[in-house]
Each structure stands twice: as C-alpha cells, then as structure tokens.
C-alpha cells in the first residue's frame, strides 16, 4: 500500500519482536490458572491474535467493542460498549489487550466496568502508549512501545476505517 501520507514508525519486524517478548514475560507472569485475553474491537485484533500466539499456556480469547472515537482524530470523551462480553470473568484472571492508551479515558471506564465482575485479577497490556495525552489515571502492566503524541495507523489501528491492515505502524500525515 503505497501512500504519501504515510511514514512507517515501528515496523512489522520490531512489533512480532516486542511480541515475543510481551508473550514470554505473559506466560511467566502467569503460570497456572485460567487466563481470559479481552480483546478490545477492532483496533487490538492483530495484536491479541500474535500475543496469544507468542504465549506459552493455554488461553481464553474474549472480545468487547467499546466506543470512545468517532469517525475523527479526536475523542468525544464518551464511552460506550458496543458489543459485551458473552462470559463471566468471575474468578478469573483477565488481561485486556488494547491497541493504544491515549487520554485513557477507554481503559479507566473499563477496568472500572470489568472490575465490578468480581475477576480473580484484571490487569492491561497496550501495545502502544502515549503517556503524553493522558487525562484519566490507567495503568498499564504490559507496554509495547511508548509513542510521541503522533496519531499512528496500521496494525489494527485506523483512520476512519482505513489502513487497519497495514503490516507497520505509520505516521498518518496532513
Ligand atoms: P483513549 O480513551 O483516549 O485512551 O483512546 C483509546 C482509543 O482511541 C484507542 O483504542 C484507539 O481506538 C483510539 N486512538 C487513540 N490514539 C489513536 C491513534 O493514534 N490512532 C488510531 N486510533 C487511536
Ligand atoms: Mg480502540
């Protein structure tokens, strides 16, 4: 996909590394027990399907649609859940996989949310942060990468829909 406005940031190679890595620390951190993943639609599929594959134990893939954004650049500040999980998280241990923590304003509603489940532990893992933006409290136990305040696409991440399944992550420019 040739585009202009694009500038690759991380590439694919340097993401399925850092992968590895985050499955690893994963699959030590947590070596017994049932492990729910809660992949957060649609930006974190590609990044909970290779993390999962990265991990060495057995796994529950869980899914939820939240909305935060519109169809822009800029948050509308209000959060809803677009699609709930089918299961219960009672005594389990969950791990959230998202895409990218920005303002936080999507995972401090979450793990609020999820919290109420009665979960065994409830912890994130993001691949991407930007700590610059931050304007709700989260915190984040598994970082892929921390980002300059930049809006990024690729790998699951979009621009009004677009460029979810670019292998990199780029810079979208003006
Ligand atoms: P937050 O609630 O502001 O932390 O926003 C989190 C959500 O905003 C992420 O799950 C993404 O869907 C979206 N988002 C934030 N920054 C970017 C970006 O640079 N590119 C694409 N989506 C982004
Ligand atoms: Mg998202």
């Given at each position: 996909?040739?585009d ?28 017994d027990?049932?492990?729910h ?22 796994v ?93 696409v ?21």
């Amino acid at each position: 996909m040739k585009d202009p406005k694009l500038r690759v940031l991380i590439s694919a190679s340097q993401i399925q590394a850092r992968i590895q890595e985050l499955g690893a620390q994963i699959s030590s951190d947590y070596p017994d027990g049932n492990l729910h993943l809660v992949c957060i639609l649609k930006g974190a599929c590609f990044f909970m399907t290779d993390l999962a594959r990265a991990m060495k134990r057995d796994v529950v893939l869980e899914f939820m649609g939240i909305s935060s954004y519109g169809k822009g650049k800029t948050a509308s500040g209000e959060v809803k859940v677009t699609k709930d999980l089918d299961v219960s998280l009672e005594n389990a241990d969950v791990l959230i996989v998202e895409d990218i923590v920005d303002s936080g304003v999507t995972l401090n509603y979450l793990v609020n949310l999820l919290g109420q489940r009665r979960p065994k532990s409830l912890k994130i893992a993001a691949l991407l942060d930007k700590p610059e933006r931050r304007i709700r409290p989260v915190q984040v136990s598994y970082v892929g990468f921390q980002i300059p305040d930049r809006f990024v696409v690729g790998y699951g991440l979009d621009y009004a829909e677009k460029y979810r399944n670019l292998d990199d992550l780029c810079v979208l420019d003006e």
